[in-house]
């Protein structure tokens, strides 16, 4: 974080400190999380399978209320949800869903404009049910994105994609990020996507914040040393052995 003479530069789009949650008497699942993300960083989070990615992210979505009082936590006003299905309201046209609970007599161009963005420009009038796995993802995206949220907030929302959508949807939410600089917190299970996607990829570990790394390379391909390096130091901590990272 950039400071100066100890004095905050960077605004901050989330603050959580000493985060703790749990669901029985075994022990927690968020044992003391600290985190910050800047105004229009791109953090990834990592961390094996039950380490509570999605319970960081439902406790920053607001969307479970009993972690009040178990930490402190700051968002902005502003924040969106996408998820690993796109969650359409299958009675409602793209459109209709895009714009659904905006106000403001100019919300269907903001929803024709964002459709657009994201590469369904024409399906405007299309139901949920026309639209490929992709296609539902890309009109999730600008359901979130209308709404010029301060703080997105991505649970594996490639999950279900085959491997050439996502490919495609990487470069699409890139694009999207970069025209809105929304900070964002992409929930993943691919560590490659993290570093193609993220300037910070975090690992939790054990309801912390194990690996914190910032990813600063010029080209982000997968061909590159230090690509490589970093791959190599989030598997290691995944517990990922040599033979299955082909
Ligand atoms: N509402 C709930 N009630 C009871 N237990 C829960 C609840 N939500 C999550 N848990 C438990 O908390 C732990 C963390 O779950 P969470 O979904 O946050 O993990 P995750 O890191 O996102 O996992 P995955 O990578 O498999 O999606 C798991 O053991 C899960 O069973």
């Given at each position: 974080m950039a400071t100066d003479a100890g004095r905050l530069t960077t605004e901050l789009a989330v603050r959580v400190r000493d985060l703790h949650r749990s669901f029985?008497?075994?022990g927690g699942v968020l044992n003391g999380l600290d985190l910050d993300i800047a105004a229009g960083e791109f953090v990834a989070l990592i961390g094996r399978s039950g380490t509570g990615k999605s319970t960081l992210?439902?406790?920053?979505?607001?969307?479970?209320?009993?972690?009040?009082?178990?930490?402190?936590?700051?968002?902005?006003?502003?924040?969106?949800?996408?998820?690993q299905d796109s969650r359409l309201?299958?009675?409602?046209?793209?459109?209709?869903?895009?714009?659904?609970?905006?106000?403001g007599s100019d919300s269907a161009?903001?929803?024709?404009?964002?459709?657009?963005?994201?590469?369904?420009?024409?399906?405007?009038r299309a139901w949920p049910y026309q639209l490929s796995g992709g296609e539902q993802q890309r009109?999730?995206?600008?359901?979130?994105?209308?709404?010029?949220?301060?703080?997105?907030?991505a649970d594996e929302p490639f999950g279900a994609l085959d491997a050439l959508t996502r490919i495609r949807m990487h470069a699409l939410l890139r694009k999207l990020c970069e025209a809105h600089r929304p900070a964002v917190l992409l929930v993943t299970h691919d560590v490659d996507e993290a570093i193609v996607l993220a300037d910070r990829v975090i690992l939790l570990d054990a309801?912390?914040?194990?690996?914190?790394?910032?990813?600063?390379?010029?080209?982000?391909s997968r061909s590159d040393a230090e690509f490589a390096k970093l791959r190599t130091l989030l598997l290691d901590k995944l517990g990922v052995d040599e033979e299955a990272r082909r």
């Open positions: 029985n008497a075994d992210l439902r406790a920053l979505a607001g969307l479970d209320r009993d972690v009040a009082g178990h930490g402190r936590i700051t968002v902005p006003e502003q924040v969106s949800v996408v998820f309201l299958p009675w409602k046209r793209v459109l209709d869903n895009v714009t659904f609970g905006l106000r161009d903001r929803g024709r404009q964002a459709l657009e963005e994201v590469g369904l420009a024409g399906r405007e009109a999730a995206l600008a359901r979130s994105l209308v709404r010029e949220p301060q703080l997105l907030l309801g912390v914040v194990a690996i914190d790394v910032r990813v600063e390379l010029a080209r982000r």
